[in-house]
C-alpha cells in the first residue's frame, strides 16, 4: 500500500478553509500532511488521528523562526511546512484557534497581501506598458512588443486577481461587505468589457489583448468549478 499521497489545493487565497477542512477529514483516515506541493499537498500514511488545521503568512529571516514557531508550539500549533511566507500548523480539535478575534484575522491576511502585491503590481505597470507600445508601435517592434505583452499577461493576470482575492478576504474579516461584494464584481465587469472590444472595437492588439482576458477569466471560473466539484468528492469519498 502506498504510504504518500498528493491532493490538490484549490488555492490558498480562494478556498483556504475548504483546504484546511479538506486536511481534517484526511487525517481521520490516517492521511496526515508532511509538505506543500506543486499547487497542492503530500500527504503520508499513518494513525487515524483528528487534527485541525491552519495556514499563517509572515515573511521570516532565518534567526526569527525558532521564535515564531516556538511561540505558535507554547499554544498547542505544530509546524508542519512552509513555502515562502505560508506556514502550515496542526492542532487538536479543542486547541484555540490561531486567529480568534477580528484583528488578528486582518493581520494574517495583510501580512499576506503584502508580499503579493509587491509582485502583482511592477507586473500588472509593466504589461499595461507593453500593450500601450504594442498598439503605438509598428512592424517588427509591434510584433515583439505583443509576444512580451502576451507572455505578461498570462502571468500578470493570475497574480491580480489573486491579490484581489485575499484583500476580498481581508475585508471578509473587517466585515466590509459593501468591498467584497465589489471585488467579486470586478472580473464580471473585465470579461464585459473584453466582449465589448472584442466586437466592437477595431484594432489587432485590441483584439488580442480582449481574448486573453476573456480567457483569463474564463479558464480560472472553469479550474474554479472543476475545483469545486473535487472538493465535494473528495469530500463524499472521505
Not at 488545521?53 to 509572515?58: F, I, M, Q, T
Not at 515562502?84 to 486567529?99: C, K, S
Not at 504589461?127 to 509576444?147: E, K, N, Y
Given at each position: 500500500?502506498?504510504?504518500?499521497?498528493?491532493?490538490?489545493?484549490?488555492?490558498?487565497?480562494?478556498?483556504?478553509?475548504?483546504?484546511?477542512?479538506?486536511?481534517?477529514?484526511?487525517?481521520?483516515?490516517?492521511?496526515?500532511?508532511?509538505d506543500?506541493?506543486?499547487?497542492?499537498?503530500?500527504?503520508?500514511?499513518?494513525?487515524?488521528?483528528?487534527?485541525?488545521?491552519?495556514?499563517?503568512?509572515?515573511?521570516?529571516?532565518?534567526?526569527?523562526?525558532?521564535?515564531?514557531?516556538g511561540?505558535?508550539?507554547?499554544?498547542?500549533?505544530?509546524?508542519?511546512?512552509?513555502e515562502?511566507?505560508?506556514?502550515?500548523?496542526?492542532?487538536?480539535?479543542?486547541?484555540?484557534?490561531?486567529?480568534s478575534?477580528?484583528?488578528?484575522?486582518?493581520?494574517?491576511?495583510?501580512?499576506?497581501?503584502?508580499?503579493?502585491?509587491?509582485v502583482?503590481?511592477?507586473?500588472?505597470?509593466?504589461?499595461?506598458?507593453?500593450?500601450?507600445?504594442?498598439?503605438?508601435?509598428?512592424?517588427?517592434?509591434?510584433?515583439?512588443?505583443?509576444?512580451?505583452a502576451?507572455?505578461?499577461?498570462?502571468?500578470?493576470?493570475?497574480?491580480?486577481?489573486?491579490?484581489?482575492?485575499?484583500?476580498?478576504?481581508?475585508?471578509?474579516?473587517?466585515?466590509?461587505?459593501?468591498?467584497?461584494?465589489?471585488?467579486?464584481?470586478?472580473?464580471?465587469?473585465?470579461?464585459?468589457?473584453?466582449?465589448?472590444?472584442?466586437?466592437?472595437?477595431?484594432?489587432?492588439?485590441?483584439?488580442?489583448?480582449?481574448?486573453?482576458?476573456?480567457?483569463?477569466?474564463?479558464?480560472?471560473?472553469?479550474?474554479?468549478?472543476?475545483?469545486?466539484?473535487?472538493?465535494?468528492?473528495g469530500?463524499?469519498?472521505?
Open positions: 500500500m502506498k504510504q504518500t499521497k498528493y491532493i490538490m489545493s484549490g488555492g490558498l487565497a480562494f478556498s483556504e478553509e475548504k483546504d484546511m477542512e479538506k486536511l481534517r477529514r484526511f487525517s481521520l483516515k490516517g492521511w496526515h500532511v508532511s506543500f506541493k506543486f499547487m497542492g499537498y503530500t500527504l503520508k500514511k499513518g494513525e487515524r488521528s483528528e487534527y485541525i488545521y491552519s495556514v499563517d503568512y509572515r515573511s521570516l529571516n532565518e534567526d526569527e523562526e525558532e521564535e515564531y514557531f511561540f505558535f508550539s507554547s499554544f498547542g500549533w505544530s509546524h508542519i511546512a512552509s515562502g511566507n505560508i506556514h502550515l500548523f496542526r492542532a487538536y480539535p479543542d486547541t484555540n484557534p490561531i486567529y478575534d477580528r484583528d488578528t484575522s486582518v493581520e494574517k491576511y495583510e501580512n499576506s497581501a503584502r508580499s503579493t502585491k509587491y502583482a503590481i511592477p507586473l500588472v505597470l509593466l504589461t499595461v506598458i507593453a500593450w500601450i507600445g504594442a498598439m503605438v508601435s509598428t512592424d517588427v517592434l509591434q510584433a515583439l512588443l505583443q509576444v512580451i502576451v507572455i505578461l499577461t498570462v502571468i500578470a493576470v493570475p497574480a491580480a486577481w489573486t491579490v484581489t482575492a485575499i484583500y476580498s478576504n481581508k475585508w471578509k474579516a473587517e466585515e466590509k461587505g459593501g468591498l467584497v461584494k465589489f471585488a467579486k464584481t470586478i472580473p464580471i465587469l473585465l470579461f464585459f468589457i473584453a466582449v465589448f472590444i472584442l466586437l466592437l472595437v477595431d484594432g489587432d492588439a485590441l483584439h488580442m489583448l480582449a481574448s486573453i482576458i476573456i480567457g483569463a477569466i474564463a479558464l480560472p471560473g472553469f479550474i474554479w468549478v472543476i475545483m469545486s466539484l473535487y472538493h465535494k468528492m469530500a463524499n469519498n472521505i
